[in-house]
């Protein structure tokens, strides 16, 4: 059995990320993108590359191309040859960080929220469902600078489970959505993302462990259960949310030990889970005696009016923990989210959390202590001005790239969009070589089954969209026309 680390093509091809934006050679580049990862610890020494043959396929490059960029590193003495064992990172490289482990750090959406560290560049990152701030926050943080200030600064500072004012109002918004809810029955986190990451650690004690999830499913959620070791179950969805049969047939063959969901605009697929799917998923996971976990992070924009939360149809005893966030709906610099359930396991999340960071920023709480009984106000304006964008982006579409398919979304920020016939992780190569950054379907399921499929969120402004949709419009048009850019000669 091979001892050293291995990483597959498609794993080094979402690694390298926008590495063929710019001007030069492709080999070059190439080249270059490899020689950081080298450096900055991600291929770490003995690493085993993937053929030349099998990354050009992934790159939508010539084979040529990669040839002359492991030529060009082998001569750096930073990778190494051999016959009958292909390409490694060379023994001796040292990292300029200390990893000790010999793995390939991070999960799935490690080069997703790459772009976070990098900046945005001339890429137009897709990779986020983001829109701009609110004016609510502006006021927001004037009446908690005018008004609260003082009392806050007055206390040692230390709230763990939350702000109290935070926690009744986040009470309340549950209680007036159908949901009655005490202020011990939630939990502040700094976002929904820490949420999930306490739960995991109070239910996902032993690897293997089996987690229920949909499928398509967003990365950044998937990979907080994959670096615990879980198995990913999972059931499709239809236009009523998640396939209530396939659910059943999984909960009763493998007995996983959580269900995760995202009945409230699906993220990628935008779908809203009807009324009675939602009480059937909790009598399923009252019958079964799994927990579970409904993730209403992306409730920013609807068409219709949302029904009550998964938890709300309940039967007693069943352990249901809700997720919220005002990162969609307000801000995503307000990193403020929480998590509702009984008082019980919010109560051993809570003792979780306090030793990650023993509070959350008060400051930010107060904020949203200020926003959260103004946000079906909030939630009215972004409904105008969401409304205006996901319009423009379907003419865009249907102006400019007529073969894709969508289905117009319940609500969220995203449509998920299908382009027949074509290879989704190629395309997004080549639409990186013009200066666009998408999510394929391929991050999103474990099964390869969305190959055709890719995220656009359409949060953002009417320019962004505009010059987006422009810039794939090319790069479908090079895909098809000419098949993968960068298979003409190198230039050396």
Not at 29 to 38: G, V
Not at 256 to 263: D, K, S
Request: glycine share 10%; aromatic share 6%; charged share 25%.
């Amino acid at each position: 059995m091979d001892r050293f680390p291995v990483v597959d093509a498609a794993r080094l091809s979402a690694l390298l990320g926008d590495w063929a934006i710019g001007e030069g050679p492709l080999y070059l580049k190439l080249a270059a993108a490899l020689r950081t990862a080298i450096s900055d610890g991600t291929l770490v020494a003995g690493t085993r590359l993937p053929p030349e043959r099998r990354l050009a396929g992934l790159l939508t490059v010539s084979r040529a191309t990669v040839v002359a960029a492991y030529d060009r590193l082998r001569g750096e003495a930073l990778l190494e040859s051999r016959q009958g064992s292909g390409t490694r990172v060379a023994a001796g490289v040292e990292a300029r960080c200390d990893l000790d482990d010999g793995r390939v750090p991070g999960g799935t959406a490690t080069t997703i929220f790459q772009r976070l560290v990098d900046g945005p560049g001339s890429v137009i990152s897709l990779t986020r469902a983001l829109k701009e701030s609110v004016p609510e926050v502006s006021a927001a943080v004037h009446e908690v600078m005018t008004e609260d200030l003082a009392g806050l600064l007055a206390t040692d500072g230390y709230h763990s489970p939350g702000l109290p004012d935070l926690r009744a109002a986040i009470a309340d918004d549950y209680t007036a959505a159908g949901l009655p809810t005490i202020p011990e029955q939630v939990l502040v986190t700094v976002g929904s993302q820490q949420a999930l990451n306490l739960i995991s650690d109070l239910y996902l004690r032993r690897d293997g462990a089996g987690v229920l999830v949909e499928t398509p499913s967003w990365p950044g959620c998937l990979d907080v259960f994959r670096a615990r070791g879980a198995r990913l179950l999972t059931v499709p969805l239809d236009d009523e949310g998640l396939d209530p049969v396939t659910a059943s047939a999984v909960l009763g063959r493998e007995r996983p030990t959580l269900m995760y969901v995202m009945p409230t605009f699906q993220n990628p697929t935008g779908i809203l889970m009807s009324p009675r799917r939602r009480r059937a998923l909790a009598e399923l996971a009252a019958r079964h005696q799994v927990p579970l976990v409904e993730d209403s992070a992306y409730d920013a924009f609807r068409l219709g009016e949302d029904p009550a939360p998964v938890a709300a149809y309940a039967p007693p005893g069943a352990d249901v923990l809700t997720l919220g966030s005002l990162g969609k709906i307000v801000w995503a610099g307000l990193r403020t989210g929480w998590v509702r359930g009984p008082v019980t396991i919010i109560e051993r999340l809570a003792r979780r959390k306090v030793l990650a960071d023993l509070g959350g920023p008060l400051l930010d709480q107060a904020i949203a202590a200020r926003l959260l009984p103004r946000l079906n106000d909030i939630r009215a304006a972004n409904h105008a001005t969401i409304l205006q964008r996901l319009d423009l982006l379907e003419r865009l579409l249907r102006s400019q790239l007529p073969s894709w398919r969508w289905r117009r979304p319940d609500g969220g920020l995203s449509l998920w969009i299908q382009i027949p016939g074509v290879d989704i992780d190629a395309f997004a190569q080549v639409a990186l070589r013009h200066g666009v950054e998408i999510v394929p379907g391929t991050a999103m399921d474990d099964a390869d089954r969305f190959r055709e499929f890719f995220r656009f969120p359409y949060g953002y402004p009417p320019e962004v969209l505009e010059n987006a949709v422009a810039r794939l419009a090319r790069a479908y048009a090079d895909l098809t026309r000419n098949g993968p850019i960068g298979t003409g000669p190198v230039c050396v």
